[in-house]
Every structure is written in C-alpha cells, then in structure tokens.
C-alpha cells in the first residue's frame, strides 16, 4: 500500500516524541511467546504495553500530545472521547501536569476503566451507545467551554507519540522480519508502520482489526475512509467505525497486509495468553496474537515476529466469563442429561459410576416433573469437570455399558475454538 502524498507523520517527528516522552514512561518489555511460537510455527515476541501504568499504549500519544499544547491552552482544560485507554492516559498524565481533563465515554464502557480513569483523577461523563456518539458531545463540550480537544488517534503528535512503540521494539530486537499490530482509528499502526518502514522496508508491518468493526480494511478497500456498521465485540478498544484521516493516509502508506478475527478466535487468544504465557490482555489486546494462532498471516511462517499486546484492561466479570466458555471447549467441562429409574439409590448409583471414572461433579439438576419422561423416571442433567474429549468419551461409554442413554452432550457455545483443537488436558 502506498500514498503519493506528504505524510502528516515523519520519521523525525516519532524520533522528537521518544525523546519528549521516554523518562515518564515505562519500558515495555519484548519478551519471547515460547509456547505460542510452535503452535505459529514462527518466532513470537509479544511487546507488553499492557506494562504501561494505565495498562496500555495510550499513554504515549496522550502525554506527547500534552507537552505539545500550549500551557494557555492547557489551563482552559482538555476534552478527549474515549472507550476507556486514552481516556485513562489523558486523565493520568493531565492531572500529573495539573490540568483539568473531561473525558467521554461510551455507556458501555467496562466499568474497570470508567473506574480507573476516574482513579486517575479524570471527570468522566457517560454518554452515548457507541464511540461515535461520545465524541459528537465531547466536541460540543470542547466548543461549549472553550476547552481543547485531545483526540484518541487522528491527531499527528498522538499518532507520533504511539510510533515510539516501534523504534523501542526494533532496538529491542533489530532482527524481527513483522510486526502485527491491532487496529480501531489507527493512531498505533499508523505511527509504527511509519517508524518501522524508514527505518527498514524490508519488515512486513500488518494490520489485524475485529470482524465486528474492520474500519480500516474497508477504508482502504475503498481508497478512502468509510464508515462501517457497528457490531457488538469483545474488543471494545478497538471498535471504532471510521478511521482517522491521518491514520488512514499512513496505514495506506505503510501497511502491508490487514486481516480481521471474530469473536471466537479473540475469545481463544484470551484463554490463549493466559494459560500459555500468563499474560492478561483485554480483548483488543488479543487480536494480534489471535491472527498469529489462527493462522491467518501466512507470510509470518518461519519468520520473527513481534506482536503488540496493547493493553490489559479486561473486565473481571468477562475474563471470568470466557474462561468458563473456554474450559467447556477445550472439554474440561462438559453437562450430560441422563434419565434414570425414578427409585431409591439410583442417583446415588450414578453418581458412583461418575465418581469411578475420575470426573467431578460440579451441579446436580434431578427433574422428574417438566421432562418428556415416563413415569417411573426421572431426568437428571450432570455438569462435571472433565479432562478433555477422551475422557469425556470414555465417560459415555461406560455410562452406554451401564445401561444409561445420554441423550444430549451439552458442550454448544456459541465460541467455538476456545482452546487447541484435539489436546486433552
């Protein structure tokens, strides 16, 4: 992808913004994705921004952004619209300088960041069913009070900010061969992409955005910026509908190669990261390596690759959620509905059998009243902890020579693909 057009980003720009930035923020690690690396069957290294003190990358174009304003402007107060990352960027280093930041945020917005940017000394005002509707009435509070209006991505000195993100991870490791970048408006690829290729062409720089939202693969499908229904993701971060002109031109530029992952394989990588290489990433966090494991960028195979894991802040009540979801794909969990003779130790017989065969049982359901049954029955539905499809199999086989009809193996999730295909753990 290219553009014949002056871009609004340099390489000297993102150069001036490490230096600005560098000693009031964290080092991220780049560290080395072992277990991940053979199931991609390429050289994984995750760059940890979720190391960041507000669990993200945002802080690099918030703060850079900042010291750019002038302190006239600054005194007024800053205005920015956010899913919950900038805004907790722009609230910490605002109240660290001693300026008044007013952020808006989508009624969604996981209570965790909603939370913690209000920890960071923030006003957060809700409003709004999406990113879009927020940021109409954070302009009309800009106007309203005569305040400055910090975006989250489609502004040069934040996109410059995001950049230092790549010149870290090429002298971190000089001798990667990609870089796989999540994507919503654009500010953080857009400003790698540009670090990465002056400073070598030869690294493939790749996009990857959620099914749900793909702004920026259908922007440059369409040589221009689109706007693109709003679908319901996990990925909140990055669940922008149209991406920034400025991000667009550079992506253009820069980008080789954007891809999309759905739910299911960002819901995988979650589980993924956190059983594997015990890292917590939010859901926008995850889509890098969901592409990675997915297999969806062959031109990576064999090769080092350096993964954005952009931020960390995941809802409690989802992580658990997932997890749940997960370890009943992966057939670590499994519910089974039997009908057994309605008579005394029956139940207890059954759960004998359950017991033989080394599975736990998690809840008992005994229904013999609202079941399409014969009387003299009675409907028992079992939810066990297993140890994957085998023993799940065996299970069944055993209860089949026991004289039991399974009638229903309950394992229908809507996410799918949750943990490796075939292991039995």
């Excluded at 209006?149 to 971190?172: C, R």
């Excluded at 440059?220 to 991406?243: M, Q, W």
């Excluded at 017991?355 to 009243?369: C, F, K």
Aim: proline content about 4%; glycine content about 10%.
């Amino acid at each position: 992808m290219s553009s014949n057009s002056a871009p609004c980003v340099t390489f000297d720009d993102i150069v001036a913004a490490r230096r600005r930035i560098a000693d009031r923020l964290v080092l991220s690690a780049l560290v080395s994705a072992d277990a991940l690396s053979e199931t991609a069957k390429a050289k994984v290294f995750f760059k940890l921004e979720s190391m960041q003190q507000t669990g993200s990358y945002k802080e690099r174009g918030a703060l850079n952004r900042l010291l750019l304003t002038p302190r006239e402007q600054l005194d007024c107060g800053v205005v920015a619209a956010s899913a919950g990352n900038h805004a907790q960027a722009l609230a910490l280093h605002a109240t660290r300088l001693g300026v008044k930041a007013t952020i808006v945020m989508p009624e969604w917005t996981p209570l965790v960041k909603v939370v913690r940017t209000r920890r960071f000394g923030g006003n957060v005002v809700l409003h709004g069913a999406s990113y879009d509707e927020a940021y109409a009435y954070a302009r009309e509070l800009c106007e309203r009070e005569g305040q400055t209006y910090i975006h989250a991505f489609n502004d040069p000195h934040v996109i410059a900010g995001q950049g230092t993100v790549g010149l870290e991870m090429l002298e971190q490791n000089p001798y990667l061969q990609a870089i796989v970048v999540p994507i919503g408006g654009g500010g953080l690829i857009a400003g790698m992409a540009c670090a990465i290729k002056e400073t070598n062409p030869s690294i493939r720089v790749i996009g990857v955005e959620t099914e749900a939202v793909p702004c920026m693969k259908a922007s440059i499908e369409a040589g221009h910026c689109v706007t693109v229904a709003g679908g319901k993701t996990i990925a909140d971060g990055i669940a922008v509908r149209t991406p920034g002109s400025f991000t667009f031109d550079l992506v253009q530029r820069y980008v080789d190669e954007i891809v999309t992952v759905n739910e299911e394989e960002i819901a995988s990588a979650i589980i993924l990261m956190l059983e594997e290489e015990k890292v917590v990433a939010e859901g926008a966090g995850a889509v890098g390596v969901a592409a990675v494991v997915q297999q969806k960028l062959p031109a990576i195979l064999g090769k080092r690759v350096g993964v954005v894991i952009t931020g960390g802040n995941i809802d409690l009540n989802l992580v658990s959620h997932i997890i749940e979801r997960g370890l009943v794909k992966a057939g670590r969990k499994v519910r089974l509905h039997l009908t057994i003779p309605d008579v005394p130790g029956a139940l207890a017989r059954l759960t004998q059998i359950v017991a033989h065969e080394a599975a736990n049982i998690l809840e008992i359901h005994h229904d013999r009243d609202f079941s399409p049954i014969s009387f003299g029955e009675t409907d028992v539905s079992l939810s066990l902890e297993t140890r994957g499809y085998e023993h799940i199999e065996r299970l069944k086989e055993r209860l089949t020579r026991e004289g039991y009809l399974v009638r229903n193996l309950g394992s229908g999730d809507p996410l799918a693909t949750l943990a490796p295909r075939g292991r039995d753990t």
